[in-house]
């Protein structure tokens, strides 16, 4: 890939994996910025399955609305050295520079981010092999995560009986997170939610549209980027395996 994709002139980035690392939303350490994220790594000290010592850790800001009197939340990302160390030199043995390592929920909010309507927040779930993600943005800011423990293998596989008992547990889950952000988060409005799913996308879209509180509709990733060189990227299900991918890809370089 190196060679024949020139990687070495790129700015490049890699994805952990669920169960690579671990996300959590604490309440901000009253610190000076510049100290946030060692307090951070300090916060997590009884969360982690392993001894914080060892961890990579980092944290994003959830923007404050100033009026709620509520603390201020971040969220923290942490793996282990090893995982971290592992992947770096996977990069290095092939001579890839390695620009940032990256998780989902911020890959997935760099795609949303091209679809928020002015001043108006959006949901976002894509349900891809390894599960469902949700996620809540306004003004291109991350707010709130949910992960969805249905993949889009378990509903391709299913019977229709099954299938549609997944669909209510993916909406009662949904607007559950709905009704859990409009409370904390009341300044933001919510226009829609987008979905993306490599499997039955239509058949879940027409379950959740009559279902939830907001607009549903699919995400179409033509209607914000042109991929000329991938035409299969054009088929719904193929943008749902590789959302995460071309979000992580949106990173603004180093």
């Known amino acids: 890939l190196r060679k024949g994709l020139g990687l070495q002139k790129r700015h490049c980035t890699t994805l952990l994996e669920a169960g690579e690392y671990q996300w959590q939303q604490v309440e901000a350490p009253d610190v000076p910025t510049e100290e946030t994220k060692d307090a951070t790594r300090w916060k997590l000290k009884d969360l982690l399955s392993y001894p914080v010592e060892t961890a990579t850790v980092d944290v994003l800001d959830i923007p404050a609305d100033g009026t709620t009197g509520r603390p201020k939340s971040l969220f923290a990302v942490s793996a282990e050295n090893a995982v971290v160390g592992g992947r770096m030199a996977d990069f290095a043995t092939a001579g890839v520079p390695l620009d940032a390592i990256d998780v989902p929920e911020a890959a997935q909010r760099n795609v949303a981010a091209r679809f928020e309507d002015e001043n108006r927040g959006l949901a976002l779930l894509v349900i891809n092999e390894g599960g469902g993600l949700l996620t809540f ?118």
């Open 137 to 254: 943005t306004h003004k291109g800011n991350l707010y709130a995560t949910r992960r969805i423990e249905i993949g889009s293998g378990q509903l391709a596989e299913a019977s229709q009986e099954r299938r549609e008992q997944m669909f209510e547990r993916i909406g009662l889950e949904l607007q559950r997170s709905i009704d859990n952000f409009d409370r904390q988060y009341g300044f933001i409005p919510l226009t829609r939610l987008l979905v993306a799913s490599a499997a039955v996308l239509e058949g879940l879209i027409d379950y959740l549209a009559p279902n939830l509180s907001i607009p549903v509709a699919a995400l179409d990733l033509a209607a914000v980027a042109d991929f000329p060189e991938v035409p299969e990227l054009a088929q719904a299900a193929r943008q749902a395996q590789c959302l995460h991918a071309i979000g992580a890809a949106l990173r603004p370089a180093a």
